[in-house]
DNA sequence: CTGGCCATTTAAAACGTTATAAATTCAGCA
DNA sequence: TGCTGAATTTATAACGTTTTAAATGGCCAG
């Protein structure tokens, strides 16, 4: 096939670069092709005829080509991967890998990798933002933890750099997100302890700085408004303090007065922290007091299936923030179709017995 | 400072390529020197003068200059990257969460970045370590759930490619390896169990699969048959079973004749949902029953204070893979200096009432 | 048979870095 | 003066890709 009047330094210098990986190089001397020809049937360029397209197309799987991330990135500019920002915080019952589970599954097939850049130790959270971006490490952004006037999400729309976050900002720059509905979750949640008859429902609620938080509370005031009775939100706790500090802290308001009769639970941990609490002071779940709980993994149903609970589902998560930063990043510009608000799914006994 | 007498193609083309990130060429152009002596300055080569080092290392920070890895990727063939192999069963209770934050805390300062290769979906163990070096897309590699005669470390050993392993193999080629000591652990929980008076400890154990399952088994049967009490090995469950799996089964084997009286529990999940399962029973932790289990987060003990726990650090493991890969990858040959036997650190209380 | 236009293919340059080999300077010495 | 060699710096060529601009060849109208 190559035409044997050019000169012939096939044999030596290309073929198979130092008897490595098959390069384009090496499908231009297999076919007879140039590297520039073979490039853009590799990319299905419309300039390039269909039966070259196919041959080079047959001779790339034959010999097992695949593109060199680095070159690529070198050459366009464009890293192919997807970064995710993981706090320490969320270590906690596979909080990030859940996340990351449902991110890869959505960048599944695509060209992208998925990164994870630990924000452990040293840096903040803006600084490693600062740094990825200044670098080029990645195409786009994926973190939690949202804050309402988020720093982080400030920095990328000023820099027009996309971005995808677990949770809303109050920021006025609509940008792209995906989040849970923690008003209905609390909403609802707290409604059920109310419909159990209990009078008294305790909050523990998020740190304060995340958005969510705020969304947490609101739905529990709106219930416990609605029900016209006494309410109570623990201070010196919240839903990243370990268990053990939620577990005494709940011991320890029941020795005070006009104890809460009832725990709506941000998550898991908190809620089996709680239990272990009121354990110690002598009361029984489902007797003394209720919980409703916000559950992320299998875990709480399956120890205590006392605790009534509403699923999210992080792994979903995780695959939509991944499918929309992936639009974001093809260019949609209209940000309205690139935030998601998801829905938590009630079970049916929740209306059952209000 | 640049020679005038050369072409002066400085202000257009080069200075800051497209207004965008400073380059070698911009720190050439400011001092005048040639891009090659930059580069070598930067690196500290001995043959350029050491004013000269010193002058290029000051333009270079003050004008922010950062390496392109996408170029010295291309040119060098290395990735600067570790990857490390996540298994979708590790998503419980931070166990992948913190192996990550231990290497990213070992690589914290080295050119060395950490990308996460999620190994969800399709794709077998195997076939995602052969992507990896196939595409050179990693500089070293780090995975657990290690298997006897595990085959990416004989895929590996034979590429000689650098990793480390969670867990040790039975194969006769020596490699890096980062291992808990499961006899230990195992061997002295069950003593303890014993030391109570327990006379029928039952063990819940790994995945048939995995290494440490071996040694997980091996010291619990040292320890009963040197107490010569009767003992059970758990069948149809294991460590990776989900928490509703273990409560039932447990359950089960309690309506049955001659059950055990104690349990050595690999892991918290394992030890809540057996928990779960003998109180269904009507049986009480530390009355009709004792737990030991291993703890790798701080729920266990601050939920259940009864069961006790002997705890392996898993980011300190993480921290320690970093570490002997990088020494793997930096060129150290005597694998035996690359093989960590990590020791459980048995609680005082263990020895006092033996 | 010339010119022009289309479809297809191609050569050359570039991305930012490092490796190789060569050039320059300057001191010391014959 | 000219040579040698050490110390320092430099030009050039890669790495594998994509982009830009240009070339090739075939076909048809004039």
Same mark, same amino acid.
């Given at each position: 096939m190559a035409d044997p009047s050019k000169p012939v330094h096939a044999e030596d210098s290309g073929s198979a670069a130092k008897r490595g990986k098959p390069t384009l190089r090496t499908i231009a001397e297999i076919t007879g092709l140039a590297v520039t020809t073979v490039s853009r049937a590799l990319s299905d360029?419309?300039?390039?005829?269909l039966e070259t397209r196919k041959r080079v197309r047959e001779v790339a799987d034959e010999i097992g080509y695949s593109p060199d991330r680095a070159a690529q990135r070198l050459k366009? *500019?464009?890293? #192919?991967v997807i970064g995710v920002l993981l !706090?320490?915080? /969320? /270590?906690? $019952? *596979?909080y990030g890998t859940s996340i990351m589970s449902g991110i890869a599954k959505a960048l599944q097939g695509t060209a992208y990798h998925l990164i994870v850049m630990? #924000?452990? $130790? #040293?840096?903040t959270n803006v600084e490693a933002v600062h740094y990825i971006t200044r670098n080029a490490m990645a195409d786009g952004l994926i973190f939690s933890r949202t804050e309402p006037l988020d720093p982080r999400v400030r920095l990328l729309s000023d820099l027009g750099f996309p971005f995808v976050t677990h949770g809303r900002t109050e920021l006025s720059t609509p940008h792209p997100y995906v989040d849970y509905d923690n008003f209905t979750f609390s909403y609802q949640a707290t409604k059920r302890l109310i419909a159990k008859g209990r009078r008294k429902p305790a909050l523990i609620s998020g740190p304060a700085d995340f958005t969510f938080t705020g969304h947490l509370q609101h739905g529990f005031m709106t219930a416990v408004r609605e029900a016209g009775c006494a309410y109570e939100i623990l201070t010196g706790i919240d839903l990243d303090s370990p268990a053990g500090a939620i577990r005494d802290r709940v011991r320890q308001r029941y020795? /005070?007065? %006009?104890?809460? !009769?009832?725990f709506m639970c941000g998550g898991e941990v908190c809620a089996l922290a709680t239990i272990t609490g009121m354990s110690d002071c002598g009361l029984t779940l489902g007797r003394e007091y209720d919980i409703v709980a916000k559950q992320t993994s299998h875990l709480l149903s399956a120890i205590q299936p006392q605790v009534e609970t509403i699923y999210e589902d992080l792994t979903a998560t995780g695959e939509d923030m991944g499918r929309v930063l992936l639009q974001k990043i093809g *260019? /949609?510009? %209209?940000?309205s179709k690139l935030q998601l608000l998801l829905c938590p799914q009630i079970p049916a006994s929740f209306g059952s017995s209000a």
């Amino acid at each position: 096939m190559a035409d044997p009047s050019k000169p012939v330094h096939a044999e030596d210098s290309g073929s198979a670069a130092k008897r490595g990986k098959p390069t384009l190089r090496t499908i231009a001397e297999i076919t007879g092709l140039a590297v520039t020809t073979v490039s853009r049937a590799l990319s299905d360029a419309p300039q390039i005829s269909l039966e070259t397209r196919k041959r080079v197309r047959e001779v790339a799987d034959e010999i097992g080509y695949s593109p060199d991330r680095a070159a690529q990135r070198l050459k366009t *500019g464009r890293t #192919n991967v997807i970064g995710v920002l993981l !706090d320490p915080h /969320e /270590e906690i $019952l *596979g909080y990030g890998t859940s996340i990351m589970s449902g991110i890869a599954k959505a960048l599944q097939g695509t060209a992208y990798h998925l990164i994870v850049m630990p #924000n452990f $130790l #040293n840096k903040t959270n803006v600084e490693a933002v600062h740094y990825i971006t200044r670098n080029a490490m990645a195409d786009g952004l994926i973190f939690s933890r949202t804050e309402p006037l988020d720093p982080r999400v400030r920095l990328l729309s000023d820099l027009g750099f996309p971005f995808v976050t677990h949770g809303r900002t109050e920021l006025s720059t609509p940008h792209p997100y995906v989040d849970y509905d923690n008003f209905t979750f609390s909403y609802q949640a707290t409604k059920r302890l109310i419909a159990k008859g209990r009078r008294k429902p305790a909050l523990i609620s998020g740190p304060a700085d995340f958005t969510f938080t705020g969304h947490l509370q609101h739905g529990f005031m709106t219930a416990v408004r609605e029900a016209g009775c006494a309410y109570e939100i623990l201070t010196g706790i919240d839903l990243d303090s370990p268990a053990g500090a939620i577990r005494d802290r709940v011991r320890q308001r029941y020795t /005070e007065a %006009d104890p809460p !009769d009832s725990f709506m639970c941000g998550g898991e941990v908190c809620a089996l922290a709680t239990i272990t609490g009121m354990s110690d002071c002598g009361l029984t779940l489902g007797r003394e007091y209720d919980i409703v709980a916000k559950q992320t993994s299998h875990l709480l149903s399956a120890i205590q299936p006392q605790v009534e609970t509403i699923y999210e589902d992080l792994t979903a998560t995780g695959e939509d923030m991944g499918r929309v930063l992936l639009q974001k990043i093809g *260019g /949609e510009s %209209d940000t309205s179709k690139l935030q998601l608000l998801l829905c938590p799914q009630i079970p049916a006994s929740f209306g059952s017995s209000a």
